[in-house]
């Protein structure tokens, strides 16, 4: 299970797109109630929907440094050292990167999506999170089940 | 590849307790209120938010109700892609526990929590049921991936 241009490529891929959301959800940990964290998490000059929206963010923030952030770097590791148990842990990661992502779909789109527009929105603000967790997942099926690609 | 039948077991009863349940939550969101599965206040106003966040995530839940299914027929034809729908579940198990758990922690703390204490009781060690599961579940997969 040596990895390749394309296990390569991915985990490039999960580093530029995570890296800013595990700094931005660093900054939640750190210091919640800064105008800073909330250009960061919902967007420039925005403020939270109520206090409930707020304590959920705080809660997936945990969730993203206790397991997410942890899945992500050993599993990316563990690809790129060939073991059989980085594509458990890289497809686990994606798994959660699609999961919460498609929770924000339905939580966020109607206020992010009309400021940052369909471009942003679907690439670095949104879609990167999607593309790469289907990809991740996708590929690590693909290699489990022996396929050298 | 064989997953072990009391795997297999464990693994439906908590795709009916979790994915499924959330079914009924799409389909029926006020009978779903009306068993208890519902933070008992979630319906009233002030919470729009945070029911809006329960229904994206019901939604979400779609996804492993799905790859659970996945996951029994391939695991019973003995194929090893499998592994990656069981651990797609066990992720998104202790992905949304730890989310759940912290999230309703803080909600009670401040006040803003739509589900009373008594509720609590019995949400907070259900939802701690399906972080050890998932938890147990990775390392079990872990474990027959490297079979």
Redesign the interface.
Known sequence: MQPTLFTWALVVFGVVTLMPLIWAQLSMLIRPDSQETRDLIIGKGEDWRDKTHFKLALGAAWADWLFFAPLFVTGSIGVLLGQSWGYVLFGAAGACSLYINIILWFTEKEYVYPTRGPLRYFTYYWGFFVYWGALALAYSVVRISGIEL | MEVSAWFIVVFVLMWITGPLTQVLFLITPKLHHRLGLTETNALKP?????L??E???A??DM??LVSGIAFIWLALLGY??A??FG??S???Y???A??????WL??TK?G?NPAPRGQLVVYIPYMVLFLLFGLYG?FY??GL??L
Do not use: E
């Open positions: 002030k919470f729009k938010w945070f809006l966040g229904r994206a995530t939604y979400a996804t492993h090893k892609s592994l990656i651990l797609y066990c992720a998104c202790v992905y949304f730890l989310m759940v758990i912290s999230r803080l909600l401040h803003l990775l997969l872990w991936a490297q």
